[in-house]
């Protein structure tokens, strides 16, 4: 349930973002998409909390009881009420630009070659080859260190292709970025997105030495579906290495599994994909998170009939995280707020091909049409592949600005709108369908976490 603003003169207004749920034992679940609070409230405390309600309804200034005092101060803490200072919509927007426009971070996604050692059923990237070249890579540590001296942050994700193909490459950047953040007293972080099949101890222990903290690697159900969707380029299966290779690299890194879904998928596929992983010792080490298939072009134009829409991609998930619960696997999938919806949105986000040539997103790496220039040369932010995407603004769309989740949507991927001409509901995360069954599911995963650690401190 969603509450409208009301105002009084002790607790200003409710805040638009606020949902309140049954749970079980008369208790409630109490939500704020602005703030990200979630808490158990009882069953007195919402009997409170309605009396609150429906006061202020009737009159807004009506002064509160002592117990409506004291409930009060906790809904401020979490956000749930505001102070009568300022629009919440409006205060998301500013929120939204400053981030927007922020030129103190800057993000690279690099993929320093294209090739790639599988042969995924769906992948958009076809067949490219081709390495960064040294001219690149010198145009590229020129562009860093041009921004540096007004820099606090540089980020650089690791993209591909398969970027463990070209490790000697990722480690001469690496290198001298880490120069460069010396010098000029910079933040530096790293993370990568690898298939893992190359993903050897002694490649990890290179990534570490390279500052790379965090790796996302998908795995497309157990051994028997991943090795149909995801064999290498020679028709070999390529599970039982990666899953070897997460085992050792779940102990240095954290690991983040994405498991691909479509039609195809189903709970027994899961099911059996979490036996294996904890057969593996792997329940507690690694996070999985579960990610739509889209036919983002001609190229998988083929798997458009298999994949799901966001309505139905958020019914299931809403099963397959269940399942993950039931079967001990801690949800890693939180509905957060966020200050913009992906990196296309931030003006100092750049995705860098092999070529040093330029994307706004990930559906777009290698296809040159799409590119908005060159490493070497300067920024062009007028140029038609960079507007297109980054001037989407959702506060400019009605359905957004009335939306009682916006704070962790945003408006969704902007690529929906400009590259697959959806609309409506289409264009939505799917929190925006399944948020009341997910909230249940992620309280129940905190519950269970917690007694998990009190029966180990009582071990220990």
């Not at 042969?119 to 081709?130: L, V, W």
């Not at 463990?164 to 933040?187: G, H």
């Amino acid at each position: 349930m969603a509450t409208n603003n009301r105002q009084c003169d002790f607790m200003a207004k409710f805040s638009r973002y606020n949902h309140f749920q049954p749970w079980k034992d008369g208790n409630y679940i109490a939500y704020n998409a602005r703030t990200g609070a979630i808490a158990l409230m009882t069953e007195e405390n919402y009997r409170v909390y309605r009396n609150m309600y429906e006061k202020l309804s009737r009159n807004p200034v009506t002064d509160p009881d002592p117990e409506e005092k004291e409930l009060a101060e906790q809904l401020k803490y979490g956000g749930f009420l505001l102070n009568n200072d300022g629009d919440e919509l409006d205060q998301l927007e500013f929120r939204h630009l400053l981030n927007r426009y922020d030129r103190t971070s800057l993000g690279l996604i690099v993929a320093p070659t294209m090739a790639c050692n599988m042969a995924c059923k769906y992948c958009f990237e076809s067949d490219k080859r081709g390495r960064m070249s040294t001219e690149t890579i010198e145009a590229l540590l020129q562009f860093i260190e041009k921004q540096a001296r007004n820099l606090d942050f540089v980020d650089i994700a690791w993209y591909g292709g398969e970027p463990l193909l070209a490790l000697n490459i990722i480690e001469d950047i690496t290198e001298s970025v880490l120069d460069l953040a010396r010098e000029y007293k910079v933040r530096y972080a790293s993370s990568m997105i690898t298939n893992g099949y190359l993903l050897t101890p002694e490649n990890v222990d290179k990534l570490v030495k390279l500052r790379v903290s965090s790796l996302q690697i998908t795995l497309d159900g157990p051994r028997r579906v991943h090795d149909e969707n995801r064999p290498l380029k020679n028709g070999r299966g390529s599970y039982d290495t990666i899953l070897q290779n997460i085992k050792y690299a779940s102990t240095k890194l954290a690991v983040g599994l994405r498991v691909n879904i479509d039609k195809n998928f189903n709970g027994q596929v899961l099911s059996e994909l979490l036996e294996e992983l904890n057969d593996n010792g792997l329940r507690d080490k690694i996070g999985l998170y579960f990610g739509m298939l889209e036919p983002w072009s001609n190229v998988c134009v083929n798997i458009a009939e298999g994949c799901y829409s966001s309505l139905e991609f958020s019914k299931a998930e809403i099963e397959y995280y269940r399942l993950l619960h039931e079967e001990g696997f801690s949800i890693e999938k939180l509905p957060m707020p966020i200050s913009v919806a992906c990196l296309t949105q931030n003006v100092n986000c750049f995705i860098v091909d092999a070529d040093g040539d330029l994307y706004k997103c990930f559906c777009q790496v290698g296809d040159k049409k799409l590119s908005f220039g060159n490493i070497r040369n300067e920024i062009d932010y007028d140029h038609p592949n960079f507007r297109r995407i980054f001037g989407l603004n959702p506060f400019k769309d009605e359905m957004c600005q009335s939306c009682d989740i916006l704070p962790i949507c945003m408006g969704g991927c902007p690529a929906r709108r400009v590259d697959r001409n959806l609309s409506g509901e289409q264009l939505c995360e799917s929190w925006r369908h399944n948020l009341p069954q997910m909230l249940e599911i992620i309280a129940l995963s905190k519950q269970q976490q917690k007694k998990q650690k009190t029966a180990e401190i009582k071990e220990s």
